[in-house]
């Protein structure tokens, strides 16, 4: 099957810092990602939607400029938390999809971030 | 109300027994149903997609009522490598729409 690859898988940083998180399809081209967050015990919550070369669509209350999202090629996405906080500690994971969101999305492992 | 609400769970059942997942979900245009498994820090994964003629898979049956917006997931003959939580998924407006996870935990 489809797979998708997510760097790094865990990350620490300090309380206003910026992480950038990628997201790779491997061995399929992906014209649509999706970037989720989901805090423990939660269900996964979609923040945006990204295709190839386009800007990303965020989800009602998500911030454009707090989570900043590059979707340069068709199997890489990065998902960028800038000015880091607590509160911001999350599992964040991304999924591809092929062609349009009719089809199956291949999540990536997630990255768990922690941020101190 | 949300969109899709599980049982909150969870659920002690011992090796063997039969378990069910109920599910609802409050769109009715909703187009595509399925139930995933996401074991602990870890992704989701497709467990099966549910059709409206009902499915199975191995232990696994899958059935959706439309009319009442409901969706089942039993699993039979449980083994320890079930424990897990199981998400209810349904697509709604083309996007992807999560339930909260029912927690299994399966006892020898």
């Known amino acids: 099957g489809a797979v998708v690859s997510q760097h790094p898988s865990w990350v620490i940083c300090k309380s206003g810092t910026s992480v950038k998180i990628e997201c790779r399809s491997l061995d399929f081209q992906a014209t649509t990602m999706f970037w989720y967050r989901q805090f423990p015990k939660q269900s996964l919550m979609l923040m945006a939607t990204?295709?190839?070369?386009?800007?990303?669509?965020?989800e009602q209350g998500v911030e454009k400029d707090k989570f900043l999202i590059n979707h340069a090629s068709l199997t890489l996405s990065t998902l960028t938390v800038t000015s880091a906080h607590p509160e911001d500690s999350s599992f964040y994971i991304c999924?591809?999809?092929?062609?349009?969101?009719?089809?199956?999305?291949?999540f990536g492992p997630g990255t768990r971030l922690t941020v101190l | 109300r949300k969109e899709v609400e599980q049982d909150p769970g969870p659920f002690n059942v011992p090796e063997g027994a039969t378990v069910a997942f109920n599910c609802t979900y409050s769109?009715?245009?909703?187009?595509?149903f399925f139930w995933y498994r996401q074991d602990c820090r870890k992704e989701p994964k497709l467990l099966m997609s549910v059709y409206s003629s009902g499915n199975e898979d191995g232990r696994f049956t899958a059935q959706l009522n439309r009319a009442s917006q409901y969706i089942s997931l039993l699993i039979r003959d449980s083994k320890l490598s079930d424990s897990a939580t199981y998400l209810c998924v349904v697509r709604s407006n083309y996007q992807l729409i999560w339930g909260a996870g029912t927690k299994l935990i399966i006892k020898p």
């Open positions: 999924s591809a999809s092929v062609r349009s969101s009719y089809n199956e999305q291949f």
């Open positions: 990204s295709n190839e070369g386009s800007k990303a669509t965020y």
């Open positions: 769109n009715s245009a909703s187009q595509s």
